[in-house]
């Protein structure tokens, strides 16, 4: 079963700052938190990823509460190739990926 | 970085043929070997794990005789889908983990005529 909870789809203006929040409650303290983006037919991308800390990288950041219940992923200068679903991943403690429904997020011109 | 070639992109067979989906890890050693299937506006649904040498430990409800995975090299796995039936039809993705993460092919959408 998927250990995260998305919102199925969001909009976001181009040049805005996209935020794409990913519930995980049930996480344990060795799961880290995976974000891959994928665009229609083709294979996903990895994005970012962490276990506690704030993360970033030249493609987003990653927040990460403190009870690491919830963490949200930002895209700082959205562009139209963002146009993707977001999934937020849990890699479980035998190294698999698990898969929510993830975000559809489109930006607008 | 690592990138992992999946072939083919597209295959078309007719039903109760079989169809070979390889995936190679290129400058790269992939220990683990994920195959994932995705039908349309659903998510990725991991079928099988496979490690170099070993035999594929297949999810829950698939049928490891109708999806055969062969790992026999660290840069080689492929994934047979055998005496294909239209159900069958799908987008099907395989990634390796390796001390990069987790890098992804580009999938094969399969289509069963």
């Known amino acids: 079963d998927a250990k995260t909870t998305q919102p199925p789809s969001m909009d976001c203006a181009e040049g805005r700052a996209a935020n794409l929040p990913c519930n995980h409650s049930t996480i344990s303290g060795n799961e880290y938190v995976y974000w891959y983006r994928q665009i229609h037919s083709q294979g996903p991308q990895y994005i970012i990823h962490?276990?506690?800390?704030?993360e970033t990288n030249e493609m987003a950041s990653l927040i990460i509460t403190e009870d690491r219940k919830s963490s949200t992923l930002i895209l700082p200068h959205a562009t139209l190739r963002d146009t993707a679903v977001y999934y937020c991943i849990v890699r479980s403690s035998n190294y698999q990926l698990i898969w929510g429904a993830g975000t559809k997020l489109i930006i607008k011109p | 970085g690592a990138v992992v070639s999946q072939h083919p992109s597209r295959v078309i067979c007719k039903s109760g043929t079989s169809v070979k989906i390889e995936c190679r890890s290129l400058?790269?050693?992939?220990?683990?070997m994920f195959w994932y299937r995705q039908f349309p506006k659903q998510s990725l649904m991991l079928m099988a794990t496979?490690?170099?040498?070993?035999?594929?430990?297949?999810e829950q409800g698939v049928e490891k005789d109708k999806f055969l995975i062969n790992h026999a090299s660290l840069t080689l796995s492929t994934l047979t889908v055998t005496s294909a039936h239209p159900e069958d039809s799908s987008f099907y993705i395989c990634?390796?983990?390796?001390?990069?993460?987790?890098?992804f092919g580009s999938g094969t959408r399969l289509t069963v005529v």
């Open positions: 990634s390796a983990r390796s001390n990069y993460g987790y890098t």
């Open positions: 400058d790269f050693q992939a220990t683990t």
């Open positions: 496979s490690n170099e040498g070993s035999k594929a430990t297949y």
């Open positions: 962490g276990l506690k800390n704030n």
